[in-house]
């Protein structure tokens, strides 16, 4: 990747006013030089996507990043929508379809479970990464690279201090995207991206 990167952050809270954990990580990103933030519901609230608005925007960013509460061991009903319109065959994917190649992917998701139910023994039985199975392969049919993702876990215990370490974590990730203090490697055999900001920190 170049040294400079374009981050669109494709947020999707369909109860932002009871946000608190999204609320704060968007809050922490707002405003940053080549960062943009999408707000599909508040920009969609009738599910209508612009689709060659949404194209236009995938296309002049280089780190796409699908930011959300887990609902449902996935995405609110919006992303899958999103997915579905704007990752066009012959535009996204297909013998023909090249405008997302090389770019970078990730997704960035707070769950109400702590990390330990998210085991093969823990009461949700699959990690946070195999429940994100479909982003990461639609990623890569895509031709872009799917990054480990940035994971805030247990929402219902989490505390204020953690939840703005969390926020703090997530800004030095997304400008350390946007500055190219990354490259492919560091995010080889880590399981959440915030491996990278929290041994560096
Ligand atoms: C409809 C719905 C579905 C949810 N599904 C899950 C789930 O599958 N796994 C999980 O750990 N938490 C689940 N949660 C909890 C949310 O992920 C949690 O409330 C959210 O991450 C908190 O972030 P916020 O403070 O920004 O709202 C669900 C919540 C709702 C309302």
Same mark, same amino acid.
């Given at each position: $990747? +170049? ?5 669109? @952050? ?8 009871? &946000? @608190?954990?999204?609320?704060? !990580? !968007?809050? /922490? ?9 999408? #707000? ?23 780190? @796409? ?11 609110? /009903? @919006? ?12 535009? /996204? ?14 997704? /960035? ?22 429940? !994100?199975?479909?982003?990461?392969? &639609?990623? +890569?049919?895509?031709? $872009? ?18 939840? #703005? ?31 990278? +900001?929290? +041994?560096?920190?």
């Amino acid at each position: $990747m +170049t040294d400079e990167m374009k981050i669109l @952050i494709l947020f999707a809270h369909p109860a932002f006013h009871k &946000s @608190i954990i999204n609320r704060a !990580l !968007l809050d /922490a990103v707002r405003g940053l030089e080549n960062v943009t933030i999408n #707000e599909l519901y508040e920009n969609y609230p009738d599910f209508f996507i612009d689709v060659e608005k949404e194209k236009k925007l995938l296309q002049e960013h280089d780190v @796409i990043v699908w930011h959300h509460p887990f609902y449902w061991y996935s995405a609110p /009903a @919006i992303i899958k929508e999103w997915m579905d319109l704007v990752l066009q065959h012959g535009f /996204a994917y297909g013998r023909n379809g090249f405008a997302l190649q090389g770019k970078w992917a990730m997704s /960035a998701v707070s769950t109400g479970g702590r990390q330990e139910v998210y085991t093969a023994t823990g009461a949700n039985h699959f990690s946070v990464n195999q429940f !994100l199975a479909p982003f990461n392969q &639609s990623a +890569t049919l895509c031709r $872009m690279r799917y990054l480990p993702p940035f994971v805030t876990h247990g929402a219902h215990t989490i505390t204020q201090a953690e939840i #703005e370490r969390q926020a703090a974590h997530y800004r030095e990730l997304i400008t350390g995207l946007r500055d190219g203090k990354y490259t492919e490697k560091d995010f080889e055999n880590i399981e959440y991206s915030n491996h990278l +900001t929290l +041994t560096n920190a």
